[in-house]
C-alpha cells in the first residue's frame, strides 16, 4: 500500500487540467453493454474504480483497450451476465451493469453490495425499479437474481433523489417495450450525460436534466461515441486546495456550469473567482471567513466536497457547521482531520468547526476516497510533515494527484509498495 508524505506550507499556483469525470464514466462504460459493437468513450480518467468497472466488462466478455484516455468497448463476445461479488466489493458502482444486463440478455446475477465507510448505503430503489419495468427478481446468496423476457414501461416514482437508481432504471428502460417516467429523477450533470450518451446510441428519452424522465423503450440500440464530462469535484477539490493555502490556482477542462454551489461558497469564505467558458480561476483571500454548507441533491452542494470544505474551515476564522443530508455518517475523515490539530465536534449529521491558527503534520489514515482527499489538502497547509497511508482511496477517483499538486508547486511525494 502507498502513502503520501507531505511537508505542508507552500501557497499553490498554476493551473491544473481536470480529468473526465469518475461517476460519469462508471455508468458509461456498463451503458455500452446496451448495444452490440465498439463504442469509443474519450476522456476517461484512468483511475482505480474505471478499472476496477473495465475487469467487471471484460470478466463478461467485453473487449476492452484503453490509450491515451480513450477506452474502446467491444460488446460483440458477451458470454455471462455475471457480476461477482469479488467485484463488486471493490466498488459499489458496478451494481450499474444490472439494468443494461437484464434489459439486453433477458437476466443478471449481481451481488449485492455490502455496506460502506460511511453508512449502509442500499439499493432496494435500483431493486424495486427494475422490477416495476416487469423484471422477476430475487435475492439469494448474497446476489440479485433477475429476470424478464422483455422489461416493460411503467411509472416510476423514487421517494429519495438516487444517482445511481435513477441511471440503473434509465439503462433499463431505454429497452423495455412501451413508455416509462421516472420522476424524482436525479439530475446531476452524469446523469444527464447517460442520457445523451444512451440517445446517441439510439434512445428515445425527454426531459434529461430535469427530475421527470420520459422514455420511450426502442427494440434496440447501436453502438456510439462519447466524450466524458470533466470531474466537477477533483476540480473542486484543486480550488479548495488554492483556497486553503493562500494561493492562486486555475482549473481548466471544466463545466464551471457544473460547479455553482461550491463556487458561491468560495466566495462567501472571500475568494475572488474568474470564471471562463471551461476555466475557473482562484485567488486565495489572506483569512478564510467561516462559511456553513449543507451537502444536498445537485445543484446543492455536493456531498462528494463534503470532506474537502471541512478541511478547509478547519482553519478558516470562526466557527462553522457543515451538514450532510445525504449521508448522515459520513464523518470518517474528521477524527483524523483533528489529530493534524483541527478543532472538531460532530453532531448528528453536522460537523461544528471551530476555526484555529494553524495545523500540525502527523500520521493520518484514509478511510475513504474523499476523506483521503480532505487528509491531503490539510497536509498542505500543516505545519512539518504529515504522512496520508493507504492512498489506494485517493486512486479510485483522482488521476495522479500527487503529479498535479507537484505542478502547482506542493511538496508531495508517494512511497509505494510497503505495508502501512
Ligand atoms: C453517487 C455517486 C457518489 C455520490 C452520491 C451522492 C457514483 C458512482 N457515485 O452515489 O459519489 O456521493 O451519488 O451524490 O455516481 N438510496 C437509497 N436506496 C437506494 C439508493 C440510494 O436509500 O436504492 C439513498 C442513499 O443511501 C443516499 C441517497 O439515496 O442517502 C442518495 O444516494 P445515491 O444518489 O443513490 O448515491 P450513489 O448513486 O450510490
Known amino acids: 500500500m502507498d ?27 456498463p451503458a455500452s453493454l446496451l448495444a452490440r459493437g465498439v463504442c469509443r468513450l474519450s476522456n476517461t480518467p484512468a483511475l482505480r474504480d474505471v478499472k476496477t468497472m473495465a475487469s467487471l466488462l471484460a470478466s463478461m466478455g467485453v473487449y476492452l483497450t484503453f490509450n491515451n484516455h480513450t477506452v474502446t468497448i467491444d460488446t460483440t463476445g458477451v458470454h455471462n451476465q455475471d457480476a461477482p461479488y469479488e467485484h463488486v466489493k471493490k466498488m459499489r458502482a458496478s451494481i450499474y451493469v444490472l439494468g443494461p444486463l437484464v434489459a439486453r440478455y433477458g437476466h443478471a446475477r449481481v451481488s449485492l ?18 422490477k416495476k419495468l416487469g423484471a422477476s427478481i430475487e435475492l439469494k446468496g448474497g446476489y440479485i437474481l433477475a429476470s424478464a423476457r422483455r422489461l416493460h414501461g411503467a411509472r416510476i416514482h423514487f421517494d429519495v433523489s438516487s444517482v445511481g437508481a435513477t441511471g440503473n432504471v434509465l439503462m433499463a428502460a431505454v429497452l423495455a417495450k412501451g413508455t416509462t417516467v421516472i420522476e424524482n429523477a436525479a439530475i446531476e450533470p452524469e446523469i444527464t450525460s447517460l442520457a445523451r450518451y444512451l440517445v446517441s446510441m439510439g434512445a428515445r428519452i425527454n426531459g434529461a436534466g430535469t427530475s421527470t424522465l420520459e422514455i420511450e423503450g426502442v427494440d434496440e440500440l447501436h453502438p456510439a461515441d462519447a466524450i466524458t464530462i470533466p470531474d466537477r469535484i477533483e476540480a473542486g477539490t484543486f480550488l479548495v486546495a488554492g483556497a486553503l493555502t493562500g494561493g492562486n490556482v486555475s482549473v481548466e477542462g471544466v463545466d464551471p456550469g457544473h460547479l455553482t454551489a461550491l463556487l458561491a461558497k468560495l466566495e462567501d469564505a472571500g475568494c475572488s473567482l474568474e470564471t471562463g467558458a471551461s476555466s475557473v480561476t482562484l485567488h486565495a483571500p489572506p483569512e478564510l471567513r467561516p462559511i456553513d454548507v449543507t451537502a444536498a441533491i445537485y445543484p446543492g452542494f455536493p456531498t462528494d466536497m463534503q470532506a474537502q470544505w471541512t478541511a478547509l474551515m478547519a482553519v478558516a476564522k470562526g466557527t462553522t457547521v457543515v451538514t450532510d443530508t445525504i449521508y448522515f455518517d459520513r464523518f470518517k475523515h474528521v477524527p483524523e482531520l483533528i489529530r493534524l490539530g483541527a478543532d472538531i465536534e460532530i453532531k448528528d449529521n453536522s460537523a461544528v468547526i471551530r476555526g484555529v491558527a ?29 504522512e496520508v497511508l493507504r492512498v489506494y482511496h485517493i486512486d479510485r477517483g483522482y488521476e495522479t494527484i500527487e503529479v498535479k499538486l507537484r505542478a502547482l508547486g506542493a511538496d508531495i511525494e508517494r512511497v509505494a509498495g510497503e505495508e502501512f
Open 113 to 130: 453490495p455490502g455496506g460502506c465507510a460511511w453508512g449502509p448505503r442500499p439499493v432496494d430503489m435500483h431493486i424495486e425499479g427494475i
Open 3 to 29: 502513502k503520501f508524505i507531505i511537508r505542508g506550507g507552500r501557497p499553490l499556483s498554476g493551473t491544473v487540467e481536470v480529468s473526465g469525470a469518475k461517476n460519469a464514466s462508471l455508468a458509461l462504460m
Open 358 to 386: 494553524g495545523l500540525t503534520g502527523a500520521k493520518v489514515m484514509s478511510t475513504d476516497l474523499r476523506a483521503s482527499a480532505s487528509l491531503i489538502l490539510a497536509g498542505l497547509v500543516a505545519e512539518g510533515s504529515t
